[in-house]
Nanobody, 118 residues
Framework: QVQLVESGGGLVQAGGSLRLSCAASGSIFMINAMRWYRQAPGKQRELVALITRGGTTNYADSVKGRFTISRDNAKNTVYLQMSSLKPEDTGVYYC????????????WGQGTLVTVSS
């Protein structure tokens, strides 16, 4: 069974930077699109960024120009470089992926907490 494991969260001051990582591990598999979601306290989970297997990216308007999503297909890892962080970026960040082999399945990581202090 494929698992997603996030890392890189923490506490940072406003204006600072953090880099999140999400690695997929398990038996033989293939993953298509990968995404980062976040959930702020008391709010619904929202899509932050996505990247296709071919490298096409898309971002929420609130993070455009500040966040960069990238991936290493050889390592089955997706990254989220976050810069110019704001207190409203605080939340639990979740990695999400579309497994297509050996079967179609939606994968979720356990989440990593990002706290931006003002």
């Amino acid at each position: 069974q494929v698992q997603l494991v996030e890392s890189g969260g923490g506490l940072v001051q406003a204006g600072g930077s953090l880099r999140l990582s999400c690695a997929a591990s398990g038996s033989i598999f293939m993953i298509n699109a990968m995404r980062w979601y976040r959930q702020a306290p008391g709010k619904q989970r929202e899509l932050v960024a996505l990247i296709t297997r071919g490298g096409t990216t898309n971002y929420a308007d609130s993070v455009k120009g500040r966040f960069t999503i990238s991936r290493d297909n050889a390592k089955n890892t997706v990254y989220l470089q976050m810069s110019s962080l704001k207190p409203e970026d605080t939340g639990v960040y979740y990695c999400n992926a579309d497994q297509i082999l050996p079967k179609v399945l939606e994968l979720w990581g356990q989440g990593t907490l990002v706290t931006v202090s003002s």
